[in-house]
């Protein structure tokens, strides 16, 4: 009987690990290994609308939407795109500096609201007067707070667009800072993104960020804008994208280039809310979405689990040893590749201890995903 439950044990772990190679070399190896096809030398093949919604962001607008307007995408001389501004009843000036800016660059188109919608909360009702009022039918979404890598973003998001290729998701990663807290933020940020861009590799899409997404208006409009969750405060990325995203109509890009920048918050309170928020929106995605995210999370808590009652009954434990090994070393060659890939080298000494880390940030993230969260936008 002994004999049995050491090694019905042994098994357990043996199956958990199991599970966690399929997602490494099934999944993430996709995206350590991948490499960007071969674009035209000309980049500007369709026009472009940006799309920025902003609340009280005068300051960030100052220094970051020159750069936006600034974009190396260019048709005949001129600018192949146009910069979109959601004033979104900002109380600071916002409004006069976006005056100013008109003036100096034509491309500039402002929408500014007056009235709130009271039942749309969060960022979904700016965000669709903006798609509305954009001039072109390609968009290219992000944030007041977010710097581009260079004035060649544009063109890098953009030239993914095709006849069959409606979707570009592309990647946005923190600004680096001295501090654990820092490394815990951008480890969390590669690891969310390693998964998005890797399961849209394997031809199941799931989810965008809205610091650094593009899309087309008709996927929008055919999708009814966000009517489906218009009620939910966040979403207005990675619910939409959930819905209209394939494996034929999705692509993904991570040439540095194409990178968004931000700033990483400062506290662990402000960015436990800010996770609580994102977290939020995961009981809404699909079933099939929800059972590869769930799989993957569990599977990565059962392992550690399992591993006290290997202790406890410890017959089998140079069989657990040697999977547990190689997991670890299947785990590390995958993610430092793709840390490699994301210009986040300098967490691959981070990657066992954060693993780790997991196992706790998953347990606090439980409640935000299965309760309801009062969060607001503003």
């Known amino acids: 009987m002994v004999y049995s439950t050491h090694f019905f044990v042994a098994c357990i772990t043996g199956v958990l690990v199991l599970i966690q190679l399929f997602y490494y070399v099934y999944f993430f190896a996709r995206l350590a290994f991948y490499k960007k096809k071969q674009f035209p030398t000309i980049k500007s093949q369709y026009p472009v609308s940006i799309i920025v919604c902003a609340f009280n962001e005068e300051a960030n607008l100052r220094k970051n939407l020159p750069l936006l307007l600034n974009q190396n995408y260019l048709k005949n001389g001129q600018p192949f795109f146009e910069v979109v501004v959601v ?49 072109c039918e390609y968009l290219l979404l992000t944030d007041a707070d977010c710097v581009p890598a260079g004035n060649e973003w544009l063109s890098t998001m953009a030239q993914n667009f095709s006849e069959e290729k409606k979707i570009v998701l592309g ?42 997404l593009a899309y087309v208006r008709d996927l929008f409009n055919k999708n009814k804008g966000f009517s489906s969750h218009h009620h939910i405060v966040s979403g207005d990325d990675d619910l939409f994208i959930n819905q209209v995203a394939t494996g034929k109509n999705t692509v993904i890009e991570i040439e540095p280039e194409s990178f968004v920048y931000s700033e990483p918050k400062k506290m662990h309170d402000e960015w436990h809310n800010q996770k609580k928020r994102h977290l939020s929106t995961g009981k809404y995605y699909q079933a099939k979405h929800q059972a590869l995210l769930g799989i993957y999370s569990f599977s ?27 997991r670890w070393l299947v785990q590390w060659y995958i993610f430092q590749k793709v840390f490699i890939k994301l210009k986040e080298k300098d967490l691959i000494n981070y990657i066992w201890l ?25």
């Open 300 to 326: 990565h808590f059962l392992f550690w689990l399992s591993l006290i009652p290997c202790i406890l009954f410890p017959k089998f434990i140079i069989y657990v040893a040697i999977a547990f090994v190689i």
């Open 87 to 135: 004033n979104d009843n900002s109380q600071d000036e916002t409004f006069y500096l976006l005056n100013q800016l008109s003036e100096k660059y034509a491309h500039l188109h402002v929408v500014n609201l007056t009235q709130e919608a009271k039942l749309i909360p969060g960022k979904k009702f700016p965000l669709s007067m903006g798609i509305k009022s954009a001039k």
């Open 171 to 212: 990647y946005s990663p923190y600004y680096r800072y001295e501090g654990f807290l820092n490394k815990k933020i951008r480890f969390e940020t590669v690891h969310s993104a390693m998964q998005y861009l890797s399961y849209a590799l394997a031809g199941t899409p799931y989810m965008g960020v809205g610091r650094n």
């Open 354 to 378: 954060f693993d780790v880390w997991l196992l706790f940030y998953n347990i606090k993230s439980v409640p935000s995903i299965f309760l309801k969260n009062k969060i607001h936008w503003k």
